[in-house]
């Protein structure tokens, strides 16, 4: 069984950064599409960013440009790298792996941006 554990939540200020972490237990990480989504209170999951297993990128209009997503298949880890953060990127930060008929996600880490 894959398990997925985020780090890197925290409490920043607007115009702050953040960088997220996603850790695989396992190398199947490494032929795996990855994804960031995000569920603010009261809201739906949101699609964030994914890189697929080329490392090809797409991003959420909402973060283009602010958030870069990258895959180290070396150390099984997905990152979020998380620039000029505004109050509305309020969220649990949840990581996602898809392969095949295979789909795991982490158990969210808590990003809060507020003054």
């Known amino acids: 069984q894959v398990q997925l554990v985020e780090s890197g939540g925290g409490l920043v200020q607007p115009g702050g950064s953040l960088r997220l972490s996603c850790a695989a237990s396992?190398?199947?990480?490494?032929?795996?599409?990855m994804g960031w989504y995000r569920q603010a209170p009261g809201k739906e999951r949101e699609l964030v960013a994914t890189?697929?297993?080329?490392?090809?990128?797409k991003y959420a209009d909402s973060v283009k440009g602010r958030f870069t997503i990258s895959r180290d298949n070396a150390k099984n880890t997905l990152y979020l790298q998380m620039n000029s953060l505004k109050p509305e990127d309020t969220a649990v930060y949840y990581c996602?792996?898809?392969?095949?008929?295979?789909?795991?996600w982490g158990q969210g880490t808590l990003v809060t941006v507020s003054s």
């Open positions: 996602n792996l898809a392969v095949l008929s295979l789909e795991i």
């Open positions: 396992r190398s199947i990480f490494s032929i795996a599409n």
């Open positions: 890189v697929s297993t080329f490392h090809s990128t």
